[in-house]
Nanobody, 123 residues
Framework: QVQLVESGGGLVQAGGSLILSCAAS????????MGWFRQAPGKEREYVTA????????YYADSVKGRFTISRSAAKNTVDLQMNNLKPEDTAVYYC????????????????WGQGTQVTVSS
């Protein structure tokens, strides 16, 4: 059973930084893709970024390119999301997700989900 647990959310001022972490357990994640989504109140869920566990290839939504960086640690079985130059529009619940295929990282179809962590950016 795959389990994903997010941590690191909180309140930050605009222009600030946060690191979110996703602890993955339950299996070996080689050949998996790991992603982050976010959902703001009253808005649709947005696919933010993804990484191939094996190759390290990445995908970023245009809204976060140049500000967010996704990385993974095989030793710790974690996927981190470094968020810099945060804006009020980044306020959302951020979800970690995993899927069994690491092809076409731009496809937002995932098999497993975490419970989410709140990120609030004040202006």
């Amino acid at each position: 059973q795959v389990q994903l647990v997010e941590s690191g959310g909180g309140l930050v001022q605009a222009g600030g930084s946060l690191i979110l972490s996703c602890a993955a357990s339950g299996r070996t994640f080689s050949s998996y893709a790991m992603g982050w989504f976010r959902q703001a109140p009253g808005k649709e869920r947005e696919y933010v970024t993804a990484i191939s566990w094996t190759t390290g290839r990445t995908y970023y939504a245009d809204s976060v390119k140049g500000r967010f960086t996704i990385s993974r640690s095989a030793a710790k079985n974690t996927v981190d999301l470094q968020m810099n130059n945060l804006k009020p529009e980044d306020t959302a619940v951020y979800y970690c997700a995993a899927r069994r295929s690491n092809y076409d990282l731009g496809t937002a179809v995932y098999d497993y989900w975490g419970q989410g962590t709140q990120v609030t950016v004040s202006s």
